[in-house]
């Protein structure tokens, strides 16, 4: 059990270029989630899968942003003409079940936009 | 919806003291709660949890704390802190129904441990 991994730890793009980002979630783990933190503040939710499947998206995701996760296991999140104001920390988690089995984090992708 | 207040931002206090991060929360539906630590540069782990009951949950690194519905808050405690124990640490909350997979977190409180 390597946790949960995600590449890069650290991204720098210009206004308006697009980003990936990837997670690779406990391998025995069905349920995946992005979360973002920003300076000062505590993660806020933005998609959760079950398996392959897209089960909620937050109103924080624009339609800017896509997550993917192909076959239930890694996931990708994009982000399409990057705003100012996507800088921040990007979290990946995951889970055996519901949030009583407690999340696996990673240790984040920090975006910043200049 | 679910809602999170961290009544501190930053807390110092000196190595072999007792400490007091304090949480309360707001929800229309039974709750989880959680306690998650965030060490410089990483991810953030799971300190203890709170889905049914005693109300008083003990976790790792000697850290403890209670429910208490009646006042909608769920405090973390340790009875001697050292060093290693700076870092930012979060409440967070979910619904104990259905919705159980999003969690909802305060803006966190820096603990900061003085030699």
């Known amino acids: 059990d390597t946790g949960v991994s995600q590449n890069p730890r650290h991204k720098i793009t210009k206004r308006g270029q697009n980003v990936t980002f990837r997670c690779d979630p406990i391998?025995?783990?069905?349920?995946l989630y992005w979360y973002r933190q920003t300076l000062g503040q505590g993660p806020e939710f933005l998609t959760y899968f079950q398996n392959e499947a897209q089960l909620e998206k937050s109103r924080l995701l624009s339609d800017r942003f896509s997550a993917e996760r192909p076959k239930g296991s890694f996931s990708t999140l994009e982000i399409q003409r990057t705003e100012q104001g996507d800088s921040a920390m990007y979290l990946c988690a995951s889970s055996s079940g519901g949030s009583g089995y407690g999340y696996t984090f990673g240790s984040g992708t920090r975006l910043t936009v200049v | 919806a679910q809602s999170v207040t961290q009544l501190d931002s930053q807390v110092p206090v000196f190595e072999e003291a007792p400490v007091e991060l304090r949480c309360n929360y707001s929800s229309s539906v039974s709750v989880y709660l959680f306690w998650y630590v965030q060490y410089p540069n990483q991810g953030l782990q799971l300190l203890l949890k709170y889905l049914s009951g005693s109300t008083l949950v003990k976790g790792i690194n000697g850290f403890e704390a209670e429910f208490n519905k009646s006042q909608t808050s769920f405090h973390l405690r340790k009875p001697s802190v050292h060093i290693s124990d700076t870092a930012e640490y979060f409440c967070?909350?979910?619904?104990?129904?259905?919705?159980?997979?999003?969690?909802?977190f305060g803006k966190g409180t820096l603990l900061t441990v003085n030699p």
């Open positions: 391998s025995e783990h069905n349920r």
């Open positions: 967070a909350v979910s619904g104990s129904g259905g919705s159980n997979y999003k969690l909802t």
